[in-house]
């Protein structure tokens, strides 16, 4: 029976029922900070029944997430529930979770034993000094009281079930030798490990590439379908809505503001900011109107990439053995013309990043060549350049990083961070110095008057405005951006994608654009290339990568992309890629 017969087939067998798992009855956090309070969850109902999944959406700063924690007792310390109930429902009655202290037994019970826990961020919920069998094994001997054997038993069916191969020898692996996709897995089964009522998710895919993504979200699905379980899906991403939720429930600014059927959601949106929302999505996976006449105004090269190959690996190591040679790029060639924009896709482990710090030259290549054409047209063999030539062609080749979070010195005010790289080439100091930040800031879109404050005080999208600043300080003519989006909400990645198209004429300058996500590399390229295992696999204009892809590896990643629109479910019928 397939997941469509399986669905169903359950709705049927609890159709006569009626009755939810769980309801959330005006729930009200507070977070008590030393200047304020803040009003993180106002007002706040929703009810999980068995069998359904509801998706809670919103931006970042909502309150998703802290919504999901206080269903399991675990505000941070700060935050205190201000009012409301959180009914959960069993055969021995209903209970408060609301009312319960956070160490108490009968929560401590209903972790885990009735509600399981997927988190966002596996790396960082998981121990890394423990192998991830023995930390599911502790969940199954404090809630199912299992001696050693039997819990270990049961620990290598749970990864049996999660799909993790070898689960006999992968029991007894670190965190860090499982891939993101396998720590996903993990995370599932110990959520899974006492047989939950209710599963909550918070966020599960983010940090995934689109197949991995699709793996995951099926996996949870099929998973949620024959325990008969009610699911709580947290996520920004609304493709990833349109394809797994039966209900959902949108917030902004701690408060939910729309309701319903994923149908009437997408196709009958009551509140503005659930249509902005979906608008910022569906221009994302239209093609931009101008994208073939800016094919046809390109330049001369300004970097031209000939067999680029990385080699790790293969190196004596302790007791004179030696480690297999792992080929991160191989044989890369392209170019990057004059006022282009170049993606680069593939899943997790490509070589994508690899190929961008080559082009850098902050990894050293094993061999090939990389040619910079400089405005003057004299050009640079950048493999062959000294110290002093790198340094100059580091002001030329600029990178955007990943992460506007961690990329950004909270010890250094905006003015510091932005100014440093003019700082370290000795151009600039003084009030001509804040000067040049002012430009760069306004270039941006921050207001210059902010320059004095640090970080923290700015949200993601900001953050990110302020990392493009300082990428544009020493006037480049490329700029690498390796996942500069991917942190970002989907109104927030439409507007910083849109900046940088604006200073991109402005400016006149090329990207090499590094990312997993398609639909932003179909917004933003002119041309893309697909990376399999190091090997780019296949090159063309974006529009014919995404709409006549060739190769079947390029094909499966395409069909993995999350589709907004409820009434085509693109993820059903994706093409599985095999190597």
């Known amino acids: 029976m397939g997941i469509g017969g399986m669905v169903a087939k359950l709705k049927a067998d609890v159709a006569d029922t ?3 798992l769980l309801e959330v009855k005006d729930l009200s956090i507070d977070f008590h900070l030393r200047t304020h309070i803040l009003h993180a969850v106002r007002n706040v109902s929703f009810a999980l029944e068995r069998g359904r999944t509801l998706c809670l959406v919103g931006e970042s700063g909502s309150g998703k997430s802290v919504t999901a924690r206080a269903l399991l007792g675990i505000v941070d310390r700060q935050g205190r529930i201000a009012g409301g109930r959180i009914l959960l429902h069993g055969d021995e009655g209903e209970v408060d979770i609301a009312q319960m202290t956070e160490r108490s037994s009968e929560l401590l019970r209903i972790r885990g034993g009735r509600i399981g826990l997927v988190f966002q961020e596996p790396m960082s919920s998981l121990s890394p000094v423990h192998t991830i069998g023995s930390q599911i094994i502790e ?10 054997r039997a819990a270990r038993a049961e620990t290598v069916e749970l990864l049996r079930q999660v799909e993790i191969r070898d689960p006999e020898t992968m029991v007894d692996r670190y965190t860090f030798e499982f891939s993101g996709g396998m720590r996903q897995r993990a995370m599932i089964a110990m959520a899974l490990a006492c047989d939950p009522d209710i599963l909550i998710a918070d966020e599960p895919t983010t940090a995934l590439d689109v197949t991995t993504q699709a793996e995951i979200l099926d996996l949870i699905k099929r998973l949620q379908v024959s325990r008969g379980m009610a699911m709580l899906l947290i996520t920004h991403d609304m493709g990833v809505v349109a394809e797994v939720a039966d209900d959902v429930a949108v917030m902004r600014y701690g408060r939910i503001v729309e309701t319903g059927s994923v149908d009437d959601v997408f196709h009958a949106a009551q509140h503005p900011y659930t249509s902005s929302l979906l608008s910022s999505t569906v221009r994302l996976e239209q093609p931009r109107a101008d994208i073939r006449d800016r094919a046809e105004a390109l330049g001369e090269p300004v970097l031209s990439v000939r067999s ?17 040679a792992l080929t991160a790029v191989d044989d890369a060639s392209f170019d990057l013309h004059a006022g282009e924009n170049l993606g680069i896709v593939g899943e997790s482990g490509s070589g994508k990043t690899t190929l961008g710090r080559l082009i850098l030259r902050t990894v050293e290549p094993t061999s090939g060549s990389i040619t910079y054409r400089r405005k003057d047209g004299t050009s640079d ?6 110290k002093a030539g790198l340094k100059d062609y580091h002001r030329q080749v600029r990178l955007v990083f990943q992460d506007p979070f961690a990329s950004l010195n909270p010890r250094m005010t905006v003015k510091q961070i932005v100014g440093d790289p003019l700082v370290v080439a000795g151009t600039l100091r003084g009030a001509a110095l804040e000067h040049r930040v002012g430009e760069l800031l306004d270039l941006v879109g921050i207001d210059p008057r902010s320059m004095e404050r640090y970080p923290h005080a700015f949200s993601g999208g900001q953050r990110q405005r302020i990392g493009i600043a300082r990428a544009l300080a020493l006037d480049p003519s490329v700029l690498i951006a390796d996942e500069a989006t991917a942190a970002l909400d989907v109104s927030i990645r439409a507007q910083i994608l849109d900046l940088l198209l604006d200073i991109q004429k402005r400016l006149g300058l090329s990207f090499i ?9 179909r917004y933003f390229c002119d041309h893309v290339a697909v990376m399999h295992r190091g090997r780019i696999v296949e090159m063309g204009t974006a529009e014919e990568i995404v709409n006549n892809p060739r190769e079947p590896y390029t094909q499966s990643l395409i069909s993995a992309v999350p589709n907004p629109d409820p009434r085509n479910k693109r993820m059903l019928h994706r093409t599985r890629f095999k190597s």
């Open 381 to 386: 063999d950048v493999l062959a350049l000294s």
């Open 139 to 148: 969940a199954l001997r404090l809630h199912r009281r299992l001696d050693a």
């Open 308 to 324: 680029l190959t990385k080699v790790y690996g293969a190196v004596s190591g302790w007791f004179g053995k030696s480690g297999p």
């Open 513 to 521: 654009f590094i990312s997993h996500d398609i639909s932003v590399v």
């Open 18 to 20: 009626g009755e939810p």
